[in-house]
C-alpha cells in the first residue's frame, strides 16, 4: 500500500506536504507520458491490425481466383479449399482479437487519463492558485500596522477565510493525488488482463482450427513429398531437352505424309500483298490456317482439296516455294526448307488422293439403286451421260479404265481418279481437272468437252508411239510411277505428237503418189498406239487450209452483210446466228467430224481426226449451243505450204472454230503470245473473237491464250466483241477477268464503245464489273459483291438468242450507224 501525507501536514501547509505534492505531481505526469504512448500505440497496432486483416482477405479471396485453375486437379482443388477456409477462420478471430484490444487497451486507459489523471492536473491549478491567495493574505496581516485598529482587524479577517479556504482545499487536492495513485494499478492491470485474456482466446480458436484439419494437412504434407519426387525426375528429365531439336527434326523428316502441319508463309491478297507466317492444317478435306496469336478462329484456303492441285514453284527469288491450284484460284506458299517444302507437297497430293479415292469408294460402295446418273442433279446427270458417248470418253484417256469419273476441261477428255491425280500435279498450265459428278459445269466448258474427246486428243498427243518406246503404256491397275511418266511424257514433253513437215519436204513430194510421213509427218492417219507409220496423200496439193466444223445443220445461211474490215465497229449477224428456229429438238443430230478436200490442189488440214457420227440427245438445247455470231465461213483462208507452222494453224483453226486442229496446232507447239504480222498483229483471241464463236475463246482461254493482248490499232479481245455486240464472248472475257479499262489508240475503252452502241446488256456487263472491282479494292472487304455474282450469274444463265432479240433494235441501229460512220 502506497504511504500518504498526515491531514495535519497538509493543514499546516509544512514543507513536508509540499515536498509530498510535488513527488506525487511528478509520478502523476510521468504515468500519464506513459500511457498517452501506450494509446497511442494501441491505436497504431489496432489500425495495422484493420490494415493486416484487410489484405489478409484480399489475399483470401485471391486464393479463390487460383483454386478455379485447378479445377482438373481434384487433390490441389480442394487442398486450396481447406486452407483458404482456415485463413478466412483465423481473419475472424483476428478481428475479434482487434476489436477486444479496442474495448480494453484503448477504451479503459484512455478513460483513466481523461477522468483521473486529468482531474488531477486540472485541480492542481486550483490549488495553486487558492496556495497564492493564502500567501497573499500572510503578507497583507503581517504588513497592517497597529495604530490602524480597522485595517488590522480588516487583514486578520481575510486571512482567517484564505487559511480556512486554503485548508480545505489542500485536502480535496491530497484526496485526488490519493486515489489516483491507488487506482492506477488495478486500472492498468485489469485492462491488460483483459486483453491478455482475449490473445489466449485467439490463440486457442486458431490452434483448434489447426487441431480439426491436421490429419488433412498431413495427408497433404505426404502428397507434397510424392510431388517433389516427381518434380525431381521431370527436372532430370528435361536436363536432356535440347536432345529434342535434332529428334524434332528428325521426326519431320521421317514423318507420314498423310498428316502434316506448321507454319507457312502466305502472300496477303489484299493491299500491299506482303508476305504472312500462318500456321496450316488439313482438315476434313480442307486446307485451312490461323495466326498464331488467335487459337479460336481460323480461315479455309482451299475448301474441297478433291479439285485442287499441288506443285513446287522454282520462279521468283524466294525459296521452297509450291503452289496450289484450285479451278478458280492458286495461292502460293512458302515452306521454311527444302525438306519441309518436300513434305507439304507429298502431304497435300496424299490427302488429295485420299479424298478423291474416299468418293470413290463412297459412290461404289452404295446401294446400286443411288448409284446410277438418274440420282444425279439434272444438269451433271446431262453431262455425265453424254460426256461418256463421245468417241473413246467411256475409257480414261491415259489408262483406258472404265468409268471414268473426272475430266481436263482445257484437253477435253476424260479421266479416271488415279490419272485425274497425275493431271493435277502437272499445273493449271497444263491440265485443269474437273469432276464429272462434283462440280457445276458451265455450258462453255461442255462446249468445249463436246468438241473433242478422247479418241481425238489420242489421236493427236499419241500419234507416233515407237514399238521399242522406253515407256509403259499405262494401264488401270498400273502404279503410279507408271502413270506419271507417260503423263508427262504425253502431254508436257509432247513426245508422241506428230511433228510439223517443213514446207519445202512437202512441195518436193507434190509428185509422189503417197508420202510416207514418220517423225517429220504433219498429221497421223490413224492412231498409232500399234507403232504403224503415219501416211498423207498429197496428189498434187500446194495449198493448205482448215475447214469449219459443224456442230448443228445450218438452215439457211446468208452472206456476210459487213467485212471485219478495217473497223471493228461490225455488229452484222452471220450463219449461225440466222439459223432456223426449229433446230430446238431435244435430240441434235451432231454430224461427223470428217473433213473433206474441196478441191485436189487443196489439202484441209484435220481429215484425220474425223469421227464417226454420234447423237448427243439433250446436251445442250440450240439456244444455249448458239454462239452469238459466230461466222458462216466454210473454211479459213487458203494459204501456201510456205507459210505453213503451227502458230498459222492455231489463227486459221480459231477463224473457224476448228477445236480438233486447235488442239493439234497446241500440241505442235503453237506460242500463246504469238501475234500475226501479216493480219494486223492480231492474236488467236482476236480472231476467234472476230468468228463470233464463244466455244473457240473458251478453248484459248483455258489453254492460257493473252486475254488482253491487242492489235496494231490498240484493240483488245474485249473491245471487238463489244464492237460487234457479242454479249456472250464479253461475259465470257470479263469472267476470265479481262481488262475492261484498256484503251484504244483511239482513246476508247470497251465501256466507251458499248455506250456508243447503246447495248444496255454490256454496258451492264462492264459497269458492274469495274463497280465489283472498285468495291474489292478496300482492304477491309473480302471476296465478290453478292449483287455482281447474281447478276452475272443471270447472264451466264440467259440464252444467247434471248439476249439477241432483246438487243434487235439496238443493234440494227448501231449497224446502220456503223455503215453511216463508215461511208
Known amino acids: 500500500m502506497r504511504a500518504t501525507i498526515e491531514f495535519e501536514e497538509c493543514l499546516k501547509d509544512s514543507p513536508r506536504f509540499r515536498q509530498f505534492v510535488s513527488k506525487e505531481e511528478s509520478d502523476i505526469e510521468h504515468l500519464e507520458h506513459r500511457l498517452e504512448k501506450i494509446i497511442k500505440l494501441c491505436n497504431v497496432a489496432v489500425d495495422s491490425g484493420k490494415e493486416y486483416i484487410k489484405n489478409q482477405s484480399a489475399f483470401a479471396m485471391s486464393l479463390w481466383d487460383l483454386q478455379q485453375h485447378f479445377l482438373?486437379?481434384?487433390n490441389a482443388h480442394n487442398a486450396l479449399g481447406k486452407l483458404i477456409h482456415c485463413f478466412q477462420e483465423m481473419n475472424k478471430f483476428h478481428t475479434i482479437l482487434l476489436d477486444q484490444a479496442s474495448r480494453t487497451v484503448l477504451k479503459n486507459l484512455s478513460v483513466f487519463v481523461k477522468d483521473d489523471v486529468n482531474q488531477v492536473k486540472d485541480y492542481k491549478g486550483h490549488f495553486l492558485k487558492v496556495s497564492e491567495g493564502f500567501d497573499n493574505a500572510l503578507i497583507k496581516n503581517s504588513q497592517a500596522s497597529k495604530n490602524r485598529p480597522q485595517e488590522v482587524q480588516e487583514a486578520a479577517n481575510i486571512l482567517s477565510a484564505s487559511k480556512s479556504c486554503f485548508q480545505h482545499t489542500a485536502l480535496d487536492y491530497v484526496n485526488y493525488i490519493t486515489l489516483v495513485q491507488a487506482r492506477k494499478v488495478p486500472s492498468i492491470l485489469s485492462t491488460l488482463l483483459d486483453y491478455y485474456q482475449a490473445c489466449v482466446t485467439y490463440?486457442?480458436?486458431?490452434?483448434?482450427?489447426?487441431?480439426?484439419?491436421?490429419?488433412?494437412?498431413?495427408?497433404?504434407?505426404?502428397?507434397?513429398?510424392?510431388?517433389?519426387?516427381?518434380?525431381?525426375?521431370?527436372?532430370?528429365?528435361?536436363?536432356?531437352?535440347?536432345?529434342?531439336?535434332?529428334?524434332?527434326?528428325?521426326?519431320?523428316?521421317?514423318?507420314?505424309?498423310?498428316?502434316?502441319?506448321?507454319?507457312?508463309?502466305?502472300?496477303?491478297?489484299?493491299?500491299?500483298?506482303?508476305?504472312?507466317?500462318?500456321?496450316?492444317?488439313?482438315?476434313?478435306?480442307?486446307?485451312?490456317?490461323?495466326?498464331?496469336?488467335?487459337?479460336?478462329?481460323?480461315?479455309?484456303?482451299?475448301?474441297?482439296?478433291?479439285?485442287?492441285?499441288?506443285r513446287p514453284v522454282n520462279e521468283g527469288d524466294r525459296r521452297f516455294c509450291f503452289e496450289v491450284i484450285s479451278p478458280t484460284k492458286?495461292?502460293?506458299?512458302?515452306?521454311?526448307?527444302?525438306?519441309?517444302?518436300?513434305?507439304?507437297?507429298?502431304?497435300?497430293?496424299?490427302?488429295?488422293?485420299?479424298?478423291?479415292?474416299?468418293?470413290?469408294?463412297?459412290?461404289?460402295?452404295?446401294?446400286?439403286?443411288?448409284?446410277?446418273?438418274?440420282?444425279?442433279?439434272?444438269?451433271?446427270?446431262?453431262?455425265?451421260?453424254?460426256f461418256l458417248k463421245i468417241p473413246g470418253n467411256a475409257q480414261c484417256c491415259d489408262c483406258r479404265g472404265q468409268d471414268p469419273r473426272w475430266a481436263s476441261i482445257n484437253l477435253g477428255i476424260t479421266l479416271c481418279i488415279e490419272c485425274s491425280g497425275v493431271h493435277r500435279s502437272l499445273g493449271v498450265h497444263y491440265s485443269k481437272v474437273r469432276s464429272l459428278t462434283l462440280d457445276a459445269w458451265e455450258t462453255e466448258n461442255v462446249k468445249v468437252m463436246m468438241e473433242l474427246g478422247n479418241e481425238v486428243v489420242n489421236r493427236i498427243y499419241e500419234a507416233r508411239i515407237p514399238d521399242d518406246c522406253e515407256l509403259k503404256q499405262p494401264t488401270e491397275q498400273c502404279e503410279i510411277g507408271v502413270r506419271e511418266a507417260w503423263i508427262k511424257a504425253k502431254y508436257v514433253?509432247?513426245?508422241?505428237?506428230?511433228?510439223?513437215?517443213?514446207?519445202?519436204?512437202?512441195?518436193?513430194?507434190?509428185?509422189?503418189?503417197?508420202?510416207?510421213?514418220d517423225s517429220d509427218g504433219i498429221l497421223p492417219a490413224e492412231a498409232s498406239g500399234t507403232g504403224k507409220r503415219a501416211t498423207l496423200s498429197l496428189g498434187g496439193t500446194r495449198k493448205w487450209t482448215v475447214k469449219r466444223l459443224r456442230r448443228r445443220r445450218q438452215q439457211r445461211p446468208l452472206p456476210k452483210t459487213l467485212s471485219d474490215e478495217p473497223s471493228i465497229y461490225n455488229t452484222a449477224k452471220t450463219g449461225d446466228?440466222?439459223?432456223?428456229?426449229?433446230?430446238?429438238?431435244?435430240?441434235i443430230?451432231?454430224?461427223?467430224?470428217?473433213?473433206?478436200?474441196?478441191r485436189d490442189d487443196l489439202l484441209t488440214i484435220g481429215d484425220e481426226l474425223a469421227l464417226d457420227s454420234y447423237v448427243t440427245p439433250g446436251i445442250l438445247g440450240s439456244d444455249q449451243e448458239t454462239t452469238d455470231g459466230e461466222s458462216d465461213a466454210e473454211i479459213a483462208e487458203e494459204l501456201p505450204f510456205s507459210q505453213l507452222d503451227a502458230n498459222l494453224l492455231l489463227y486459221q483453226a480459231s477463224a473457224v472454230h476448228n477445236l480438233p486442229v486447235m488442239c493439234?496446232?497446241?500440241?505442235?507447239?503453237?506460242?500463246?503470245?504469238?501475234?500475226?504480222?501479216?493480219?494486223?498483229?492480231?492474236?488467236?483471241?482476236?480472231?476467234?473473237?472476230?468468228?463470233?464463236?464463244?466455244?473457240?475463246?473458251?478453248?484459248?482461254?483455258?489453254?492460257?491464250?493473252?486475254?488482253?493482248?491487242?492489235?496494231?490499232?490498240?484493240?483488245?479481245?474485249?473491245h471487238i466483241s463489244t464492237a460487234k455486240g457479242h454479249i456472250a464472248q464479253v461475259y465470257l472475257l470479263l469472267k476470265h477477268k479481262a481488262a475492261y479499262d484498256l484503251a484504244s489508240s483511239d482513246g476508247k475503252k470497251a465501256l466507251d464503245i458499248a455506250v456508243d452502241l447503246k447495248n444496255a446488256d454490256i454496258v451492264t456487263l462492264l459497269r458492274l464489273t469495274?463497280?465489283?472491282?472498285?468495291?474489292?479494292?478496300?482492304?477491309?472487304?473480302?471476296?465478290?459483291?453478292?449483287?455482281?455474282?447474281?447478276?452475272?450469274?443471270?447472264?451466264?444463265?440467259?440464252?444467247?438468242?434471248?439476249?439477241?432479240?432483246?438487243?434487235?433494235?439496238?443493234?440494227?441501229?448501231?449497224q446502220r450507224s456503223s455503215l453511216t460512220n463508215s461511208d
Not at 514433253?493 to 510421213?517: D, N, W, Y
Not at 483455258?702 to 492489235?711: F, R
Open 72 to 74: 482438373d486437379n481434384k
Open 203 to 310: 490463440y486457442h480458436q486458431g490452434f483448434d482450427l489447426c487441431n480439426d484439419f491436421d490429419e488433412f494437412f498431413k495427408n497433404i504434407s505426404e502428397d507434397l513429398n510424392a510431388l517433389r519426387g516427381d518434380y525431381q525426375q521431370l527436372e532430370k528429365a528435361m536436363q536432356n531437352r535440347h536432345m529434342s531439336v535434332n529428334r524434332y527434326c528428325d521426326s519431320n523428316t521421317n514423318s507420314s505424309s498423310n498428316k502434316v502441319e506448321g507454319y507457312l508463309f502466305k502472300k496477303k491478297s489484299k493491299g500491299f500483298k506482303t508476305w504472312c507466317r500462318r500456321w496450316f492444317y488439313l482438315s476434313d478435306n480442307q486446307l485451312v490456317y490461323r495466326k498464331r496469336s488467335n487459337e479460336d478462329s481460323f480461315s479455309v484456303m482451299e475448301e474441297d482439296l478433291r479439285i485442287c492441285s499441288v
Open 330 to 386: 492458286s495461292h502460293i506458299l512458302q515452306a521454311d526448307s527444302a525438306d519441309m517444302l518436300s513434305l507439304w507437297i507429298s502431304a497435300l497430293q496424299h490427302s488429295i488422293g485420299a479424298a478423291i479415292q474416299h468418293d470413290s469408294t463412297h459412290h461404289s460402295t452404295r446401294p446400286q439403286s443411288t448409284n446410277t446418273p438418274n440420282e444425279l442433279p439434272a444438269k451433271r446427270r446431262i453431262h455425265w451421260e453424254e
Open 493 to 517: 514433253e509432247r513426245r508422241f505428237v506428230c511433228g510439223m513437215p517443213k514446207p519445202q519436204e512437202l512441195l518436193a513430194s507434190e509428185t509422189a503418189e503417197v508420202l510416207s510421213i
Open 577 to 587: 446466228e440466222l439459223e432456223d428456229e426449229d433446230d430446238d429438238d431435244e435430240s
Open 589 to 598: 443430230n451432231i454430224p461427223s467430224m470428217s473433213l473433206s478436200i474441196s
Open 664 to 718: 493439234m496446232a497446241f500440241a505442235l507447239g503453237a506460242d500463246k503470245l504469238w501475234k500475226n504480222q501479216q493480219d494486223r498483229q492480231r492474236s488467236f483471241l482476236h480472231q476467234a473473237v472476230i468468228s463470233g464463236s464463244v466455244m473457240a475463246c473458251e478453248y484459248l482461254l483455258l489453254n492460257g491464250a493473252a486475254i488482253d493482248a491487242v492489235d496494231e490499232q490498240g484493240y483488245t479481245a474485249l
Open 770 to 814: 469495274r463497280l465489283n472491282d472498285e468495291i474489292g479494292q478496300n482492304d477491309e472487304y473480302n471476296g465478290e459483291d453478292e449483287t455482281y455474282k447474281d447478276v452475272m450469274k443471270d447472264f451466264s444463265n440467259c440464252q444467247p438468242r434471248m439476249l439477241r432479240q432483246r438487243n434487235d433494235s439496238n443493234t440494227l441501229e448501231s
